[in-house]
């Protein structure tokens, strides 16, 4: 019994030994395939973290200038779409409010187009291209690590039309319509002519109408409102759209108080284009004072209709 025994425990010290061989031999293999693994994301994370460096535009701000025909000069550009051309392809870079420093992966003569960016219906959160404004070309030489200030100059396409008023010539295509208790009056600074109207009194409604434009371009062709103005109170600009018999009251867009002159760019395209059959149009200006223990005004200037 005793050899049995005896055999029995070399068979079991001869297991362990193998065993432990076994898993000395894993324990290696584990360990140098860890280190491997290590290395190569050490060398992904350093490859990762090379960034070439880039070189920059600055633009501070925008010219926009116009002809005697296409009426004031007056803009409210506040974003510019940035478009760089490579060699198969003209490539966007991004949309930047101004002024804006934006970083470009090129070097060398590089040939660029700068879109017009405005807020649709003087809202923050809807900007747009302006189609009215032609693209700025330009060609820059960049360099890596610096900056090469740029200053687009805008024009109007050379396609649009215009219906203007600025209150420079004699009489005007705007009028107080018969929902106005008060008229407007002329008022002139700096050489420019404007109109002002106040609301106080008992008076509670002011409201200006163009004459009426017939036959505006629709399937969605672009028509837009540029407007000047500064007010203590919000307003409503709107369309009375005349059909042979009837005519439709179009409230389209508030316009929120400006202490100082700002300029807004209406869109009346789908109103326009919605409004099929029409024989013609007229858009108007609304203010209706709802505090009567406060006086309502309203200045207003370079009115255009753009189409």
């Known amino acids: 019994m005793s050899f049995i025994t005896e055999q029995i425990k070399n068979k079991k010290l001869d297991i362990l030994k193998n065993n432990s061989h076994k898993n000395t031999h894993s324990f290696v293999n584990i ?3 860890f280190l491997i693994s290590l290395f190569f994301i050490s060398s992904c994370d350093k490859n990762e973290n090379i960034q070439e ?3 920059y535009i600055h633009i501070e701000d925008v010219i926009f200038t116009t002809i005697s025909s296409e009426g004031s000069n007056t803009h409210n550009i506040t974003d510019v779409w940035v478009y760089v051309e490579s060699d198969t392809e003209i490539e966007f870079r991004g ?5 804006a420093t934006i970083p470009l992966l090129k070097t060398d003569s590089t040939k660029m187009y700068i879109r017009a960016g405005i807020k649709d219906n003087g809202i923050s959160g809807t900007r747009v291209k302006y189609s009215f404004y032609k693209t700025f070309e330009t060609d820059v030489f960049l360099v890596k690590d610096s900056i090469v ?3 687009p100059n805008f ?3 050379s396609n649009a039309n215009f219906e203007i008023e600025n209150f420079e010539g004699v009489g005007t295509n705007i009028d107080t319509t018969l929902k106005s208790d008060i008229d407007f009056e002329l ?3 700096g050489g420019n002519k404007y109109a002002h109207a106040i609301l106080d009194d008992n008076n509670l409604i ?3 109408a163009t004459e009426e434009f017939e036959n505006l371009p629709q399937v969605g062709a672009p028509v837009y409102i540029e407007l000047d103005y500064k007010c203590n109170h919000d307003f409503m600009v709107g369309a009375y759209i005349n059909y042979p018999f009837s005519v439709v009251n179009r409230e389209l867009l508030w316009v929120t108080p400006k202490e100082d002159w700002n300029k807004i760019y209406i869109n009346m395209t789908g109103t326009v284009s919605e409004a099929i059959d029409n024989t013609s149009l007229k858009f108007y200006i609304n203010m209706f004072r709802t505090d009567t223990t406060q006086d309502a005004w309203i200045e207003f200037d370079n009115f255009k209709l753009v189409y």
């Open 31 to 33: 360990t140098f395939l």
């Open 95 to 99: 949309t930047y409010p101004l002024p």
């Open 149 to 151: 200030n740029i200053n």
């Open 155 to 157: 024009e109007y396409v």
């Open 206 to 208: 002011f409201e200006v």
């Open 53 to 55: 460096i880039p070189s």
């Open 187 to 189: 008022r002139t600074e």
